[in-house]
């Protein structure tokens, strides 16, 4: 039973007391926490210099997802359409095409990043609490902001990120980085009191990677706000065995992305097509009654839309247990 203290703190944290326990409720059977990462539908048409917010809700209440790890890239302004240019008029005569060359395309998508990095530096932490509304109202849950940090981030615009993930109400913020990326995040994340979840690739012949169980522990000794968001679709094609890693490794695992690809660097598939032992990670999950959050996330070629194939995973997950 919630106490007037109880009820305080979560009026507080912004999250909606019929929220905090729908989204426990409605998340899977059997208590399991289970939600979506809206990388999933990073295919969804954007419109230029907008985000997609309104566009992630309406698919996530397709879906019935009710807890989430929203990606950076929702909440940020979409770049100019990259897609083919608009073809000239039939003539009998027509111009020649001219691709433009490597040094052009190299400056436009500098040009872009560039752009980015001003939007992040100039827009105030009210647009993020905006979000933040915006999914509350829609009753959907956030569970981590993933920010996914290369070598083009500025200190500033790493800060900027922690700001952001505070004012969206988190306390996780979540990347697919490297180790050298993965070091520069150590004082922010100290700064910020926040845990930084680490998500691991399959790249286990690239020495600066965070993909194999010995990068796993070099990357964790960082920092004591470090955990592993583990990827077990990426973790199966690195050859590692998810229910082992798991069950030996759960204390330091914040939240689990669930896939489904083949061993040997191979391919995603649809769920219950590749080698990833989805059904063995949940049911494992359920029995040792292990408080790790699950998202789904869509990477296969599906012949749906990307709501579609979202739900359809979604869906897969929740009668696997």
Request: hydrophobic share 40%.
């Amino acid at each position: 039973m919630l106490t007037r203290r109880d009820f305080g703190k979560i009026a507080l944290a912004g999250l909606p007391l019929c929220a905090a326990r729908r989204a426990a409720a409605d998340s899977a059977p059997s208590g399991l926490r289970l939600g979506v990462d809206t990388y999933s539908y990073r295919d969804l048409l954007r419109i230029p210099g907008r985000d997609n917010v309104d566009e992630v809700i309406k698919a996530l209440q397709f879906a019935g997802a009710r807890e989430i790890e929203l990606h950076s890239a929702n909440t940020e302004p979409a770049g100019p359409n990259s897609g083919p240019a608009v073809p000239p008029p039939p003539s009998a005569y027509p111009p020649p095409v001219k691709p433009p060359s490597p040094e052009e395309v190299a400056a436009a998508k500098l040009a872009v990043r560039n752009s980015l990095r001003r939007w992040r530096l100039a827009t105030p932490m009210a647009a993020h609490e905006a979000f933040r509304s915006r999914f509350q109202a829609a009753e959907i849950s956030l569970f981590a902001y993933r920010v996914d940090y290369d070598e083009q981030f500025t200190d500033e615009e790493i800060e900027v990120t922690f700001q952001q993930a505070k004012a969206l109400g988190v306390r996780t913020v979540a990347s697919l980085t490297s180790l050298s990326g993965a070091r520069r995040l150590v004082p922010f994340a100290q700064k910020h009191e926040m845990t930084v979840a680490l998500h691991n690739t399959a790249k286990t012949k690239d020495e600066d990677a965070i993909a194999t169980p010995q990068s796993f522990r070099t990357a964790l000794a960082l920092s004591k706000n470090f955990r592993l968001n583990l990827d077990i679709g990426n973790l199966t094609a690195a050859n590692y065995e998810a229910v082992a890693f798991i069950q030996e490794n759960h204390a330091s695992i914040s939240h689990i992305q669930i896939k489904d690809r083949t061993r040997n660097g191979g391919a995603n598939e649809r769920f219950g097509d590749g080698d990833t032992p989805v059904k063995d990670v949940l049911a494992l999950i359920r029995e040792k009654r292990l408080p790790i959050p699950v998202f789904v996330e869509y990477e296969y070629i599906g012949l749906g839309t990307p709501q579609e194939e979202v739900r359809k995973c979604l869906a897969f997950a929740k009668a696997s247990v």
